[in-house]
């Protein structure tokens, strides 16, 4: 369009994360007059339902297909007169690098949403070799981006920190659930997100003998490959009579009547968007004291925090908390109050600011 700046995203899959929650909620929700977003997605693993867009191309490559992928980037980039490229996960990083140089005057954006955090040697390598490539880096946390600067020795000056967002629930969808939660009969212990080791799901099951589980029940709504894993240790626990595995769920609002707290086990994260959801939807949290969240959780004040891998803290914070009106209260409270900070308004006013960045 003329006189508007023409953003291209190009994302490695259409499918479930943080990454494309973030993508989705800018298909949907992003509007300006001063630039114009278009998206491509190389993969639907999931074989998804795809929103409609005259914006929005997803494709099925192959996974390491990448010359399929370029020659109709290079066609796409061309016919719509992009201006900035915008990357995410990190296919979309080597397909920048390649792209490049086809494209000098296009100014390209990498979105460092924690591959960093787990990514070998090759990704840290080119990182560094080809940081100059980039306009700007947007890392989605402090931690990310200090991680970043020690693995690559990138310029913070080149480097944005934009954390994710969430939305405020509506007062009426608020009493709904804590009318549900008034009613039920034992305490739920929640787990939401992606079964896999950096996740540690693993050690909430373990917490669980030291917590009674007549008082209690435990809900995990996720999938992942640490799933067989997770319910084989509830087993050899014999805790798994208590659990209650809901498999992959669409989206945090269709189960969030069922936990009276939410557990984030993680031995790492880039920025767990679970957190803020949690909060916007009055739930207290219990989390570990993993490095990515300092900058925005308080212990005691908007969350309770656990030390990382060590079950029993976890299963003692769990029954302290259980058993604490006036802490669950506290933490419901100032949780809300923390989500508002974090808005999708916010979140896209950044972008187009660092789109038109001259």
């Not at 800018?26 to 998206?39: D, I, P, Q, W």
């Not at 880039?270 to 949290?285: C, H, K, R, T, Y």
């Not at 908390?321 to 006036?326: D, I």
Request: glycine fraction near 6%; proline fraction near 3%; charged fraction near 25%.
């Amino acid at each position: 369009m003329k006189n508007k700046i023409n953003i291209l995203h190009i994302v490695d899959k259409y499918s479930y994360g943080g990454v494309e929650t973030i993508v989705g909620a800018l298909m949907s929700r992003f509007t300006s007059t001063k630039v114009v977003m278009s998206y491509v997605f190389l993969r639907n693993p999931n074989n998804q339902k795809i929103a409609e867009g005259s914006n929005l191309e997803v494709f099925d490559f192959a996974k390491y297909d990448f010359v399929l992928p370029l020659i109709f980037l290079v066609k796409y980039i061309k016919k719509n007169n992009i201006n900035v490229i915008h990357t995410h996960h990190q296919k979309g990083f080597f397909l920048s690098l390649i792209l490049k140089p086809f494209f000098s005057g296009i100014r390209f954006i990498h979105h460092e949403h924690g591959d960093i955090l787990y990514k070998g040697l090759i990704y840290r390598c080119f990182f560094r070799l080809r940081k100059k490539t980039f306009f700007k880096v947007i890392c989605v946390s402090d931690y990310v981006s200090d991680i970043l600067v020690k693995k690559t020795n990138i310029s913070r000056n080149s480097i944005a920190v934009l954390g994710s967002f969430v939305d405020p629930q509506p007062d009426a969808v608020l009493e709904k659930i804590f009318k549900t939660k008034a009613n039920r009969k034992n305490f739920a212990i929640g787990f939401l997100g992606r079964i896999s080791k950096v996740k540690g799901c693993i050690f909430l099951i373990r917490a669980l003998p030291y917590v009674d589980l007549d008082e209690y029940e435990v809900v995990i709504a996720g999938d992942g490959p640490e799933l067989e894993n997770i319910v084989s240790e509830a087993k050899k626990m014999m805790v798994f009579d208590h659990v209650n595995f809901l498999g992959r769920v669409n989206g945090f609002k269709n189960i969030a009547e069922q936990f009276d707290i939410i557990v984030i086990p993680s031995i790492s994260e880039a920025s767990p968007v679970v957190l803020l959801e949690a909060w916007s939807f009055g739930i207290p949290v219990i989390i570990s004291d993993i490095p990515s969240v300092q900058n925005i959780v308080k212990d005691r004040k908007n969350v309770l925090m656990f030390h990382s891998g060590n079950s029993r803290d976890l299963g003692e914070k769990i029954t302290e908390l259980a058993k604490n009106k006036p802490l669950i209260e506290l933490l419901r409270k100032n949780g809300l109050e923390e989500s508002k900070r974090h808005t999708f308004e916010e979140y896209a006013k950044f972008l187009e600011e660092t789109y038109i960045q001259k």
